[in-house]
Structure formats: C-alpha cells, structure tokens
C-alpha cells in the first residue's frame, strides 16, 4: 500500500518513514485513532515500508519483488491477528490464520472497515469476536522462527482492544522483549480498553479524525463524484472515512439504525399515560434484540451521538452539527429541543449502562425494554430553563 493512497494524517507518515530511515524503529507501537481515520492503511503502508526497505517516504524505491507481494497483503514476514469466533467454517478454538482469506478481502475491499463490517463479511455479526489465549499462543509460535527473507518480521494487531486478560499475559514478555528484528503494531479505537501494562510497553501514535477536505478529495478520487455532493458527504461523515464510503452507496448501517430510532423515540413521547404506546416499545425492544449482540452495541452508540448532536443543535451550536435525518417526516431542530441540561447525562449514562450489559451477555430484551421505559421518563423531563 502506497502512502500517498491513505487520506489525509501527513505528520503521521512523515514520522514513522523519517524513524526508519534514520533507523530508529521503536518494537512495540500503538495506532490509537478512531473508526475512519487510518490507522489500519497506515500500518500496512508502514510495514511494507520496513519489509521492502522502501526509501524517500514512498513504498515505490525497494525490492519490487517484495512491494508486489504487499498487493495481495501475503508477504510471508507480515502476520496478522484479529477479532475471530466460531463460525460455520470453523467449530472450535478460532485462531485468525484460519480467516486469512476473508481478512485479505476486508483488507483489498474496505481498507478502513470496522469491527462491524468484519463480522458482517464473516457472518458472525451475532457473536462477539476476540483475541483469545489460542491467538496468543498462534503468535509466540509464528514469531519464534527466522524471518522468511532474512530481514524484519511485523505482527500487525487491529482491535487490540479485543484481546482477552490470558492473551494480553501471554503476550506480556513478547511485547517487551521481542526476538531481534521483531516488530508489533497494535491498532486500536479505544485505548482504555487495552490493559495499562499492555500500553506501557508500546509507543503510542495517536490518530485524529479525518478532516472533512481529505474525505472529500478520497471521495472524488474513488468515486468520482462531484465536488459539491462530496463536501455534503464528508460533512455528514464526521471524519470517518468508512462511513462516507457507506455514504456514497447509501449503504450505512446509520440508516437502518435512523428508522429504528425514530420509531423508539416516537413511541417513548406516546408511553407517558399511554399502556397502548407501552406495548409498542416493548415490540421495539423484541425486534432489536433479534439482531446480532455487536448491532445492539453500534445501534446503541449511534443513539448516544445522535442525542449529543440534538443537544448540540438545542444549544446552538450548529457548527458541529453534522447529522443530517433521512426519515420523512422527523426533523432534528423540532426533536431537540427535549433533549438538555437536565436529562442529558441520565440518557448517556442508561444507553452506556445497556451498552456495558450487552457486552456482557444480558438478556438484550430485557435490556432494552428496561431502557426504553427509562427513556420514556426521560424524554418527558423538563429542562430546569423552562422549570
């Protein structure tokens, strides 16, 4: 992968190819940024940079022989691990060398995928994926023999954050004490989730957002659209690069998650005094907790933001209002106003509350029909301005 396809983070690439030209590669190191902004495309971009002994910044002036097997992301020194589950493919004790195919697809296809669209390309989105004990064991092995060129080895870890307590021990005195020529890179989106003696031993590269004229640029670039519809997109984008890509093809899952919350918002403003309205969410709250445990989640986190964009827009702050309804019929500036300084922090504290329990395995019907009889309450409260 060329630097010059990834969007935008300039200072980024201009750090990691000045550190090994000047032979500094630190062994262990951390990609921190958000869902979008690159942290998967800059770690391939970087490891071909080390492998392929590319010069000048760009992966263009190495072994061509080398820089060719990075097109199909197969270069036998470059190892991978991820979020896997039992599948109809595999039965038991899931290791990520058994999905190498649909990872190179992911990668070949979706360069700034998240989590949800591996599960989606795997057909797992109703189990919750990790990085277990197996993995870790999968990667002392295969870290453990020479190198197949005789040069650097680089164990690429995205979704570190996925990584059970076993696994993390595991890989402990391996982060820290790598064999020689051995490098880690950990990707992740949430570096709390990530154990302190974990974080500890790496160097950690924080990522921002995509700036909206990066995205827009990618989207003209890739898609060929025009300037003006791309500016829209990246807008509505957030910094996301994954989801303006979804974008183009109006195929985000931010749609389907706008109907089912226009529709749990509706009937949460009829329950109060309404027994009718009351069977209606709990009807709701059946047909989410059919969907897979790792929809529940996003749709969840979708629902935290899209309430923070209403307090936003109650508030005027419209500048940072990015949010941009596509139901009929529900406009964000008549919702937001019921959304403010009174009920706001209880309606993200319930939602991370039934975010933490799904996580966890709870029942997701009780979960959701718990919260949105909380809702209900909340929705209904009177900002202390109007008080």
């Known amino acids: 992968m060329l630097f010059s396809e990834i969007l935008g983070q300039q200072h980024i690439k201009s750090h990691l190819t000045t550190s090994v030209d000047n032979g500094r590669i630190a062994h262990a190191q951390l990609f921190v940024g958000p869902e ?18 590319n010069k000048n910044g760009e992966n263009t002036s190495g072994l061509d022989t080398c820089n060719i097997k990075f097109n199909s992301f197969s270069h036998p020194d470059l190892h991978f691990a991820f979020p896997v589950t039992i599948s109809g493919k595999v039965k038991s004790k899931p290791i990520s060398n058994y999905y190498l195919e649909e990872w190179r697809q992911l990668l070949e296809q979706q360069p700034y995928g998240n989590l949800f669209d591996w599960y989606k390309l795997l057909g797992v989105d109703n189990k919750q994926g990790q990085i277990g004990v197996d993995e870790a064991a999968e990667i002392v092995k295969s870290l453990s023999l020479k190198s197949y060129e005789g040069g650097y080895k680089v164990m690429i870890i995205w979704m570190a954050e996925k990584m059970n307590t076993q696994c993390a021990n595991k890989l402990l005195k391996l982060i820290e004490e790598p064999p020689q020529k051995t490098i880690f890179i950990l990707i992740a989106e949430n570096e709390e989730q990530i154990i302190n003696t974990i974080k500890s031993r790496c160097q950690i590269l924080n990522f921002p957002p995509l700036p909206e004229e990066a995205i827009s640029d990618g989207l003209v670039k890739q898609y060929h659209l025009e300037h003006g519809v791309a500016k829209k997109i990246a807008h509505q984008a957030n910094g996301n690069y994954n989801k303006a890509c979804d974008l183009v093809y109006q195929d985000s899952e931010d749609i389907q998650f706008e109907k089912w919350f226009v529709i749990w918002v509706r ?74 300084d009174t009920n706001i922090m209880d309606i993200s504290k319930e939602l991370e509350t039934a975010i933490y329990h799904i996580e966890r395995n709870g029942n997701s019907k009780i979960i959701l029909t718990d919260l949105s009889i909380k809702l209900t309450r909340l929705l209904h409260k009177k900002s202390e301005s109007d008080v």
């Open 36 to 53: 979008g902004s690159g942290t998967l495309p800059m770690a391939l971009a970087y490891a071909q940079y080390i492998l392929c002994g």
């Open 267 to 340: 009937s949460a403003f009829k329950a109060k005094g309404n027994k009718a309205a009351i069977h209606d969410l709990i009807s709701w709250s059946e047909e989410i907790a059919k969907t897979g445990r790792e929809t529940q989640k996003k749709f969840l986190s979708f629902c935290l933001n899209y309430f923070r964009q209403a307090l936003l827009l109650n508030y005027k702050a419209n500048e940072l209002v990015y949010v941009e309804p596509k139901t009929n019929n529900f406009e964000l500036s008549k919702f937001a106003p019921f959304v403010h």
